[in-house]
């Protein structure tokens, strides 16, 4: 009996080789991510399921078709999806004329001002104006910040989004921490 | 253009299990990818654009060898 494999029993590497050689192979890591690039990409948008949707379907077409390309670098594959998923969300917002809002939890708020020497306690307006201050961050930096706090990446998962080490996201997200901080207490 | 708000209503920004059901579906991800990379199985004497262009192009050729 020709028994379909399971993406529980091979590693990313294995699934990806199986892929490459036949595509509807690729269902087995379409299976494995999914849930997590949906989540990732309905948080990044603040909801909007269809759209979600949409784009995460795209995002796997993507990886689909540029399959041939990907090179095993010792990341898990969902690195390479998670970057995909990260362009694909920022070209969405890009394109539409419409401002749309993300909502962000209280409790994310005041972990990032705690980390960010702020306070542990902050009334709503102060939290409304430390929002306001992290939309005024350049792009990049407030994409590192939504992967940490908002998103709740651990570092190892950012290091690996970047193809970089996990001492230096630790660095990337502490200095933009501290300007915030510093920031912070100079309006103050 | 994209903005952060405060999530004051408490909404939940996690989606459900239902909504992560309802817009996983690989066999349409499928579909499409073979819609998209997959050539046309039209046979070259069923498309007249196509049929011509490499005719008068064969028909060229064959002209300039004939006159060289």
Sequence with gaps: MNRKPNSNIFSDAELV????K????????????????????????GGMEDTAGDITQLVFMKAMANLDKYEDRGFPFSSW????????VALFFRGEKKNYSVPIDENRITELATEADIGSKMSVEQQEELVEMLNGLEEGQLEIIELRFFQELSFKEIAEIYTITESNAKMRVYRILKKIGKKWKGEK | MKKFILNKEKTDLNPTDVQIKRQKDFSRLHHEYEK????????????????????ILGLVLFLMFYEG
């Excluded at chain 1, 999806?81 to 694909?88: D, F, H, M, T």
Aim: a positive charge.
């Design chain 1, 81 to 88: 999806l998670y970057r995909i998923a990260q362009n694909e």
């Design chain 1, 22 to 45: 036949k595509r509807s192979d690729f269902g087995l890591l379409y299976e494995k991510y999914f849930d997590q690039i949906f989540r990732f990409v309905f948080k990044k948008l």
């Design chain 2, 36 to 55: 998209v990379t997959k050539r046309s199985k039209r046979p070259l004497y069923k498309d007249p654009k196509l049929f011509m262009l490499l005719f």
């Design chain 1, 17 to 20: 080789l199986l892929a490459k």
